[in-house]
């Protein structure tokens, strides 16, 4: 089992940057499947970004492409999210999660593990 907490998101104007951090407790977090998700009240839960047990594979969202980076210290027990020229509809809670297969990384239900959320606000 893991537990996961998010950390770094905040308020920001449109075309900066934030880096959220999601930090994991035990000593298995380099077995898991980390992924980042973005939900907005009423509606589902969106795929941002994951990254492999290695790090060595990651996959992005079509509305992140280019703009957000995905990495992890398994050293640190911490994954993490640089998101840069951020824009007004980014602004959502954003998730950390976790999951055992490198497989269906874009679905959330696949997911076991997720931390509370943080949140992330652009303003125009």
């Known amino acids: 089992q893991v537990q996961l907490v998010e950390s770094g998101g905040g308020l920001v104007q449109a075309g900066g940057s934030l880096r959220l951090s999601c930090g994991a407790s035990?000593?298995?977090?380099?077995?898991?499947?980390m992924g980042w998700f973005r939900q907005a009240p009423g509606k589902e839960r969106e795929f941002v970004a994951a990254?492999?047990?290695?790090?060595?594979?990651?996959d992005y969202g079509d509305s992140v492409k280019g703009r957000f980076t995905i990495s992890r210290d398994n050293a640190k027990n911490t994954v993490y999210l640089q998101m840069n020229s951020l824009k007004p509809e980014d602004t959502d809670v954003y998730y950390c999660?976790?999951?055992?297969?490198?497989?269906?990384?874009?679905?959330?239900?696949?997911?076991?593990?997720w931390g509370q959320g943080t949140q992330v606000t652009v303003s125009s």
């Open positions: 990254i492999s047990r290695s790090g060595s594979s990651t």
């Open positions: 035990g000593r298995t977090f380099s077995s898991y499947v």
């Open positions: 999660a976790a999951k055992a297969t490198w497989t269906s990384w874009a679905v959330a239900g696949a997911y076991n593990y």
